[in-house]
């Protein structure tokens, strides 16, 4: 697989197909209890998750080997792995040195609206192309329009080679199985679903 590891958990760092939009959405369990009269709702998870629906072509067998491949090694819903969001969260203002800890943003509020909890906004991931992209942690947060990640990419890196700058998330497959849609004898198109696992996030080293 060309799949390799971040934290020592997968990263499926393939671009998706872009004829339709992403389905990101953010979803909350809640239980709801009493079916006549008077009822109430508990909440089953501590923290909301993202849930992300990416479609994807593979124009030869290779292509769809590799994610059948993932899929079976991380026994479908079974194993975590991490899942970028594919949008543009994050915009640079200046290029990256080959040193630098320090990234220069455009001005999200990153610390109104992504405080310091597990989840959104602690990952980032940084897409060049296919060949080339880097996963890091934020931590700290100097001022509205710049963000430190735990290492520097060790190597330059300019605004104009990046495609984007992505959340990322620490999730798992949300199907139990992938289903292929043959377009031609060698492509193929799927959808692909994943969650969010914000426990998990706790047990990363």
């Keep these: 697989m060309s799949f390799t590891t971040f934290k020592d958990k997968y990263v499926f760092h393939l671009f998706p197909y872009w004829k339709e939009p992403p389905k990101d959405t953010i979803s909350h369990g809640i239980e709801e209890f009493g079916s006549r009269g008077?009822?109430?709702?508990?909440e089953i998870e501590d923290y909301p998750r993202v849930r992300i629906n990416h479609k994807y072509l593979c124009r030869n067998r290779a292509a769809v080997a590799e994610i059948n491949d993932l899929f079976d090694d991380r026994l479908g819903r079974l194993g975590s792995l991490w899942v970028p969001s594919f949008n543009k969260d994050i915009v640079l203002t200046s290029n990256i040195g080959s040193g630098d800890t320090?990234?220069?943003?455009?001005?999200?509020?990153?610390?109104t609206f992504y405080p310091a909890l597990p989840g959104t906004g602690r990952y980032i991931f940084i897409y060049v192309n296919a060949n080339k992209w880097f996963a890091r942690k934020i931590t700290a947060v100097p001022d509205s329009t710049s963000l430190t990640m735990e290492s520097s990419l060790g190597e330059a890196v300019t605004m104009a080679q990046v495609k984007m700058v992505s959340f990322l998330y620490l999730g798992r497959f949300d199907i139990d199985e992938i289903e292929w849609s043959y377009v031609a004898p060698y492509v193929a198109i799927t959808d692909l679903f994943f969650i969010e696992l914000p426990h998990e996030y706790a047990d990363l080293s």
Excluded: G, P
């Design 38 to 42: 008077l009822s109430f709702a508990e």
């Design 102 to 111: 320090n990234i220069d943003i455009e001005d999200i509020e990153y610390s």
